[in-house]
């Protein structure tokens, strides 16, 4: 059974927290705050109200998304601009909502991940546990589809997916499955999938390995949707975007996304003066401090209020320099 179909919609996962970190940034008058992952708008409804004199941009690649949030957020239609782009757009969806300089922005939230209203609707093909067509693209407009991915992938690209992406320790066999199988009959709906899976994955690793269709469903909606190539090229421009004393919110739930945001804030937090000199030079101190001690997960309360905040890696930071291109008191 998948417990995401099961939580409720509109609970957004460590609100307290994300407004804790990001609330600090959010005082002034006319502080834009950018949520790039708007999903159902839950996050952004909350920062809308709690911090009256802010604005929001809110990106989602999903055009449903983008209009259910369009709705809930419709009492604050003065203060918002919603952008249809993947998060990697960030920089053109600022200019559009003609904040085109870099620096501008006040906090940035980045909620990863499918939403809970994603899964829920079982024509998208998400959830293992409906019989649903193979399609599992958050932006369906465009680009290709599990049901392609299955159909055409090489035996070593299909078993790199489900490796790398999923952790699959069966990847080699699936895939071979899966080519046995389509030279019979091309996929086209879940169900094929899962039976597949099921017959694939040795019962005695089904016992202890959680849902046998778990890893391989998340492996290919992560190849469909690039999500780790859109998250790599999203994170610096997010970064550079950001106004000294801006703050940023990044919630991972899977361990891929984790490092990428981990790696990404390395090299910013660290002094570029070399070793050994009695001061920082000037321009090459720490850009951004950490405000997180590696990565904070949701407590037991948080869980047992929403099941879906259980793998949450957070991790945030603030801007205590300007980068390049930036001066101390905003945009050059
Ligand atoms: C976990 S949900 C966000 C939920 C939201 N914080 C709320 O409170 O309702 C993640 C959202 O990010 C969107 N998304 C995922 N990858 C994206 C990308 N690369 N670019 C833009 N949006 C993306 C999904 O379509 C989904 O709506």
């Given at each position: ?191 094929e999938l899962v039976e597949l899976l099921y017959a694939t994955i040795p019962a005695a690793a089904r016992r202890t390995g959680g849902h046998p269709a778990k890893r391989t469903f998340q492996a290919l909606r992560v190849e469909v949707n690039g999500e780790l190539d859109s998250l790599r090229a999203a994170l610096p421009a997010a970064l550079d975007a950001l106004r000294v004393g801006g703050r940023i919110v990044v919630m991972s739930y899977q361990s891929l996304e984790d490092r990428l945001v981990k790696q990404e804030f390395a090299p910013r937090i660290v002094s570029r003066t070399p070793p050994g000199l009695p ?54």
């Amino acid at each position: 059974m998948n417990h995401e179909a099961e939580t409720p919609r509109h609970v957004p996962v460590l609100l307290d927290r994300a407004d804790e970190l990001l609330g600090p940034a959010l005082g002034e008058p006319g502080a834009v705050y950018v949520d790039a992952t708007l999903g159902l708008g839950g996050h952004a409804e909350h920062f809308l109200r709690a911090y009256p004199q802010s604005r929001l941009v809110g990106l989602d690649r999903d055009t449903t998304a983008l209009k259910l949030a369009g709705e809930r957020l419709a009492p604050f239609a003065d203060r918002i601009t919603l952008v249809h782009t993947r998060y990697d757009g960030i920089a053109d969806a600022l200019s559009e909502a003609g904040l085109a300089e870099t620096g501008s922005v006040s906090a940035i939230l980045m909620d990863l991940g499918v939403s809970s209203m994603q899964l829920d609707e079982a024509d998208r093909g998400f959830a293992y546990s409906v019989d649903a067509p193979l399609d599992m693209r958050m932006d369906p407009t465009t680009g290709i589809t599990a049901a392609d991915v299955l159909n055409t992938y090489s035996h070593g690209d299909l078993a790199r997916v489900l490796k790398t992406y999923g952790d699959e320790r069966f990847a080699g066999k699936i895939a071979s499955e899966v080519l046995r199988r389509r030279a019979v009959t091309p996929f086209t709906t879940s169900a094929e999938l899962v039976e597949l899976l099921y017959a694939t994955i040795p019962a005695a690793a089904r016992r202890t390995g959680g849902h046998p269709a778990k890893r391989t469903f998340q492996a290919l909606r992560v190849e469909v949707n690039g999500e780790l190539d859109s998250l790599r090229a999203a994170l610096p421009a997010a970064l550079d975007a950001l106004r000294v004393g801006g703050r940023i919110v990044v919630m991972s739930y899977q361990s891929l996304e984790d490092r990428l945001v981990k790696q990404e804030f390395a090299p910013r937090i660290v002094s570029r003066t070399p070793p050994g000199l009695p001061v920082e030079l000037p321009g090459m101190g720490p850009e951004f401090r950490m405000l997180t001690r590696g990565a904070e997960k949701a407590t037991e309360s948080e869980i047992e209020k929403n099941p879906r905040s259980a793998p949450v890696r957070m991790r945030a930071a603030e801007r205590i320099a300007a980068g390049s291109g930036q001066t101390q008191e905003g945009t050059r």
